[in-house]
């Protein structure tokens, strides 16, 4: 008898079929939780779910975030709070007040993006036979001078 079949609990077999949330990550959540809390310190505690958001300021920080993150600064400097922490908290914000109706939706006018990212995958494979037999070098965040700046060597080794 398995964990999942076990008749020892009636619990168990209503419980099984309910959202699990414990298979959210502890780590992930402790960085979430400490960009909220610089928030929290900042702005006030669910200072969105009174005031309302736009969600092009909170789109506009998280990609602020990422982008710090996608060059090599794990941390913000002066918070030490993680950017993938800060990019969590910006679209748990965005979740949050939606169903509220907290949350101005100022997003531009619709354009047909997800048509053409799935079309695109056409010219992905093109791309991707086109080169099959090239081997270029895949430069990285350690091949900044010191791993971190984004000062780039010279790529005359």
């Not at 600064?73 to 993938?84: K, Y």
């Not at 979740?95 to 695109?120: C, F, Q, V």
């Amino acid at each position: 008898m398995t964990a999942e079949t076990k008749d020892t609990n009636p619990k168990d077999r209503i419980g099984s079929k309910k959202l699990p949330l414990s298979l959210l990550s502890g780590t992930a959540k402790i960085e979430w939780c400490l960009a909220q809390l610089e928030g929290a310190l900042k702005y006030g505690t669910w200072n969105w779910r009174s005031a309302g958001i736009r969600t092009s300021i909170y789109l506009d920080a998280l990609e602020r975030h990422l982008e710090k993150f996608k060059n090599g600064e794990d941390r913000d400097p002066a918070t030490l709070v993680h950017h993938l922490g800060s990019v969590m908290a910006c679209a748990a914000i965005i979740l949050d007040a939606e169903p509220l109706g907290k949350l101005t939706d100022d997003r531009p006018p619709r354009a047909p993006t997800s048509e053409m990212i799935d079309k695109a995958q056409e010219r992905v494979l093109f791309l991707l036979d086109l080169y099959r037999d090239e081997n270029p070098y895949n430069f990285t965040i350690e091949d900044s001078e010191d791993g971190r700046t984004g000062t780039v060597k010279s790529i005359l080794r």
